[in-house]
């Protein structure tokens, strides 16, 4: 740098430093005189009126000139290379905006509620006038005169914590905040080294070696429900630690629950870095901070932890890789597993995809050798798995307004009368997914988007599941104002609740929804209660299909197992195969055998049949024919455009144009304009166009070219690109 040269000049040279907003390039800006700044660096820097923050993307070649300076050097980590370089690959990949991309790695958590000291009491002052049994135990469990978190002694003396607090009121204990809880401790691989079965010890060696290798590989962790995948990947894990190196296991958001944290401090002595939304803005931030400084050896979090600030990644885990929550719909519209697997290249590390039902994607590049594919077939301690049966509905039929077909009704009965607990599955939140009146036929349709509005009994509501309306379930029907004449059509968990309130009386059950208020906190409770063996029967969504250790489950109905089925979705069967595998692979986890029954009324699907076969490879293998036939992923590429605008015209008018501006040669196919499934959405109108290319045609190269060459979209105009699209809505 030359001080020499006066101010105005821009005597620093100049930077390109992009912006995290939705730009695509980086803005030049002038260095102040004495200011010296590198790639990664993050600034503050004017635009327009205001100013904001900017991370320095490469040094600029010009001399400042007439540009605006660059305010200050911001005192955070820097970006490094490697995260640097995910953004522009993230970028690239999926055509969005830099600076959107940018944001996800820049995102400071919210500056929200702050961190609640935890309260803890202590032995301070002397007995209390009146002594009971079990304020007794509870000065007698706070002999010593340490100070322990409220709930931590309550459970230790037995006693309620109200007793606790009366104790306190009566002057024996004092309250005092605990220290606060370590951010990122040590965790220590050695804490408890699990017994491991043959197989599982040979595939955690594989594991812990790929780790001590340092080299790039994607391995596939292949095995069936049950089978100790968790136990096993932590053995990759513990060798990272050893080393001194981050690993970050990434888990579809709901996963992340305490049977998962606890786990992990039974085998580390201590819970992991916790990344994801439930988790306070502070917390999260002091975290950011642990991860950038390489103290943070261990992070569990959801899809955006990909993105954090490593120091020295050694090990990246996906669990449960085939999740579609994976995928981001909105905003960047990236893969959290594809580009984990990016990351871990630019990282230069392993990373592992695990799951009982892998997406067809990973299992074709396992069987072409791209992937190293590591498999646990049998389930941990020789526990089988459940037996799968149909039930077919066009002769086993329910009676009308009902969902239980009655060989469904006794094998509950049975499990009811041996004291086991049943599983019935529908995913389907609510009540009924439409309403519709008796007298002329008026159906409830949201206002905004062309679907049903669903019926919440609970909350007494119909809510749309898109964009979420809710109205009120008038008393009578707003087009011919009969009274009294409004039905529900087809079935929800809730009013299946209903149906088995009334088919078992003495059953304790409960429904396990996510729309339930209480949140995720609620839920992990509801969850620990079913495994405790608290309710006869559970109902539930998908969200108890996965992930969940219930040793007490050995019947699991599925209420319509061909839902799904029929969406015309390319991935329609192999998302009903994934699910219905996870959802049966919750039966007979304990001691005893499991089986799970699906209800049906079509017995000969091949979906269906290749699931109660047992034999996965059936399916995989017709799945992997009939894609690679029709030219779809892994064979092929896809990506998804949607033109939505205020007005249909609109919208219209800009897909068409959009589609005669297409080139396509040889291995590109366009398809549509068409109205999207989904038509309207949250007012808006949608067309929708799709490109299928050959594997080896740059699909991005290609979009991009196309993008340019076609009109700007105009007025209330958006295009939205989707690169693998998950969802076809
Ligand atoms: N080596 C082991 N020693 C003791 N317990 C084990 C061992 N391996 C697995 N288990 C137990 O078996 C159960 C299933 O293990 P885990 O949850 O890891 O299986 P999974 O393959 O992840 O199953 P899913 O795909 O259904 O989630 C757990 O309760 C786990 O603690
Ligand atoms: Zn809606």
Redo the contacts with the bound molecule.
């Keep these: 740098m030359d001080d020499a040269l006066d101010e105005g000049q821009g005597g620093g040279g100049t930077v390109e430093v992009l912006i995290p907003l939705g730009l695509d390039q980086a803005y030049s800006y002038a260095v102040p005189s004495g200011l010296k700044l590198a790639p990664g660096d993050v600034v503050q820097v004017p635009l327009g009126p205001r100013e904001t923050v900017g991370v320095v993307w490469e040094a600029g070649s010009g001399r400042g000139g007439n540009l605006k300076k660059v305010v200050a050097k911001l005192d955070m980590p820097p970006l490094d290379p490697a995260l640097r370089k995910l953004v522009d690959w993230v970028a690239w990949y999926t055509l969005a905006a830099k600076g959107s991309v940018l944001a996800l790695a820049l995102k400071r958590p919210p500056d929200d509620t702050p961190e609640r000291p935890k309260l803890g009491v202590r032995l301070a002052g002397a007995p209390p006038a009146r002594m009971t049994p079990a304020r007794a135990r509870a000065i007698a469990a706070a002999e010593g005169g340490l100070l322990i978190g409220k709930s931590a002694l309550a459970e230790a003396a037995s006693v309620s914590t109200a007793v606790i607090d009366s104790l306190v009121d009566a002057g024996t204990f004092c309250v005092e905040p605990l220290p606060q809880e370590a951010i990122a401790a040590r965790p220590d691989p050695d804490h408890a080294i699990?017994?491991?079965?043959y197989d599982?010890r040979a595939v955690g060696d594989a594991l812990a070696d790929l780790v001590r290798k340092q080299s790039w590989q994607v391995a596939l962790l292949e095995?069936v429900?049950?089978?100790?995948?968790?136990?096993v990947y932590f053995e990759a894990v513990a060798e990272a630690i050893r080393l001194g190196r981050q690993s970050v296991i990434l888990m579809p958001e709901i996963a992340l629950t305490a049977q998962f944290i606890d786990?992990f401090e039974a085998r580390f002595g201590v819970r992991p870095g916790l990344w994801h939304s439930a988790v306070s803005g502070r917390r999260r931030e002091r975290l950011q901070a642990a991860i950038a400084r390489g103290e943070a050896l261990v992070v569990a979090g959801a899809r955006s932890a990909l993105f954090l600030p490593y120091r020295d990644l050694g090990l990246i885990i996906v669990d449960e890789e085939h999740e579609a929550a994976y995928k981001q719909e909105d905003g960047v519209a990236y893969h959290a597993r594809d580009m984990a697997v990016v990351r871990s290249k630019i990282e230069n590390a392993p990373v592992v995809l695990a799951s009982?039902t892998p997406s067809l994607e990973t299992r074709v590049n396992a069987e072409r050798g791209r992937y190293l594919h590591l498999k646990l077939p049998e389930r941990?301690g020789g526990r089988e798995l459940p037996t799968l049966g149909l039930v077919d509905l066009r002769k086993d039929k329910p009676e009308r307004g009902r969902w239980l077909s009655s060989q469904l009704i006794k094998a509950v009965e049975a499990n009811l009368e041996a004291k086991e607990q049943s599983l019935l599955f529908l995913n389907r939140r609510g009540y009924a997914p439409l309403t519709l009146c008796r007298d002329c036929g008026h159906r409830f349709q949201c206002p905004n988007c062309s679907a049903w509005l669903v019926d919440h009994r609970f909350r007494r509501a119909l809510v749309c599941h898109h964009c979420g309306h809710v109205e009120r379930r008038p008393h009578e029907c707003p087009a011919c104002h009969q009274p009294e004449s409004l039905v529900a059509c087809g079935p929800g968990v809730e009013r299946l609740a209903e149906e088995v309130a009334t088919q078992f009386p003495q059953a304790r059950s409960i429904v396990l929804s996510s729309d339930f208020p209480g949140g995720t906190e609620r839920l992990k409770q509801e969850l620990m209660a079913v495994a405790e063996g608290e309710f006869d029967i559970v109902i539930g969504t998908q969200l108890v299909a996965?992930?969940h250790?219930f040793p007490g489950m050995t019947l699991v109905g599925v209420i319509d197992a061909d839902l799904g089925l029929t969406s015309g979705d390319p991935r329609a069967a192999e998302r009903t195969f994934q699910v219905l595998r996870q959802v049966t692979?919750r039966a007979g986890?304990g001691e005893k055998p499991g089986r799970a029954l699906l209800q049906t009324h079509d017995p000969s699907h091949p979906v269906l049949k290749a699931l109660v076969s047992g034999d996965p490879e059936r399916f995989y293998a017709a799945e992997t024919a009939a894609r690679e036939a029709a030219g779809l992923p892994p064979f092929g590429r896809l990506a998804g455009l949607i033109v939505s605008a205020n007005s249909q015209g609109e919208a219209e008018t800009h897909a068409r144009a959009l589609a005669r501006c297409a080139e396509a040669p040889a291995g590109v196919a366009v398809l549509g304009p068409a109205e999207a499934p989904l038509a309207i959405l949250r007012g808006r109108h949608r067309m929708r166009l799709i490109v299928r290319t050959a594997r080896e045609i740059n699909l991005q190269d290609y979009l991009r070219a196309w993008l340019k060459r076609a009109p700007r979209p105009k007025g209330s105009v958006r295009v939205a690109v989707d690169v693998d699209p998950q969802s076809f809505l």
Excluded: D, V
């Excluded at 429900?225 to 136990?231: A, F, I, V, W, Y």
């Design positions: 699990p017994q491991l079965s599982q095995g429900t049950g089978s100790g995948k968790t136990e786990r009982a941990y996965k992930g250790n692979g986890r």
